[in-house]
């Protein structure tokens, strides 16, 4: 509110509900900018903010109680459990928003509001402001001007506060406990779905809502494919198995990708793949603390595995030459990471005015470099064919540099061999 204008007025609608088969519907999951700034968890809700209203400054649109619909699709905290449990100034039912709203959008000059976000209630909302010129006999005043929420919520939301990065710790505590039940159990014959439920297993064992996306795991080819879900196939001895896998935490998303060797020794070629990823992520943690610019860790990546793969025939030229011409996006096509919070792909802008953004203590985000070698590719020695590697930890800038939230899993490979022999 302290950074709305004078005379305006906020509106943040639930997500809606997504139908699976006729009446049974997919998880719901909020609107993330809904939960980040009053938690309520239901779906047809609507949440209004008026910064110096006498009558309430928050107000909730939601579903009544409705001992029948909850019979079938559970409990409902009707208005007056938004206003007891989610300290709302003032709540009403949802089929009353068509009147209520109008006289709240009346005289005001301009609403917040994340435009396209959702194309139902886009049109929704516009008719309500059209609408308010039929009040006070068409003399009323409807807002002039919209303006973007997610401008703003999304700069809060990049900043962690003590209590976000305590549940974002606890996420990937349990994230990386996780990996580590997947490196112990891995064995030749077991499938990839097999790993996948121990892993979900382990999430939802210690606390974990759900996984945060869906699970990654990826043995031998098939981590050389970057979004692979299928995770049906069966593990083999001498391949690496990808997992790239997080949990939801009380809202809170973590993300983690370890490769490791399906029998628990790395192979030579393996070894050297394994090596160059986990120096160039190793080199990019070392770039982010408060005042570096984003970029430089994405830039470290890229210098160390041109040069790995240089000193391994991967590649062939001078360094500065083929990372100015991209030869290494044939090997890893990615960048360094990505935001991480309530959504694993989280909000905030990477540049401001053209220009890469300097870290901020509470930032947090992920940092995975990869090497992906298809096995399909002729131009590259048969040994190294088929090789994948990724290693992707969650990190947290500090005041004084930056803390690996996920630390707690094995990333080097005598670490990792150690485990697996155990």
Known sequence: MAMMLPNSIAVICAAPEKIRSKDTHYPYKQNTSLTYLCGFPEAESVM????????????????????????WDGYREGPEGAVKNFA??????IDDIDDILLGMLEGKDRVYYAIGKEVEF????MDWVNNVRT????????????????HLVNEMRL??????IKLMRRASQIA???????????QPGFYEYQLQAEIEHEFMARGASA?????????????CILHYIENRDQLKAGDLVLIDAGCEYKNYASDITRTFPVNGKFTPPQAAIYDIVLEAQLEAIKLIGPGLEYNLA?????????EGLVELNILHGEVDALIAEGAYREFYMHSAGHWLGMDVHDVGDYKIDNKWRVYEPGMVLTVEPGIYISPDNKNVDAKWRGIAVRIEDDILVTKTGCEDLTSGVPKTRDQIELLMAG
Do not use: W
């Open 176 to 186: 990386a406990q996780a990996h580590c039940r997947a490196m112990q159990l891995s």
């Open 122 to 125: 886009d049109r929704k909302l």
């Open 88 to 93: 709302a100034d003032d709540a009403f039912p």
């Open 159 to 164: 900043i962690k506060t003590a209590g976000e």
């Open 211 to 223: 996984p945060a996306y869906t699970s990654i795991v990826g043995g031998g080819k098939n981590g």
């Open 48 to 71: 209004v903010i008026m910064p110096d209203r006498d009558h309430g400054e928050f107000v909730l649109f939601c579903r009544d109680k409705d001992p029948l619909r909850e019979t």
């Open 298 to 306: 994405n830039e470290a990546t890229i210098r160390v595995i041109t």
């Open 135 to 150: 009040l006070r006999d068409g003399d009323a005043m409807p807002p002039g001007e919209f303006v973007d929420l997610d």
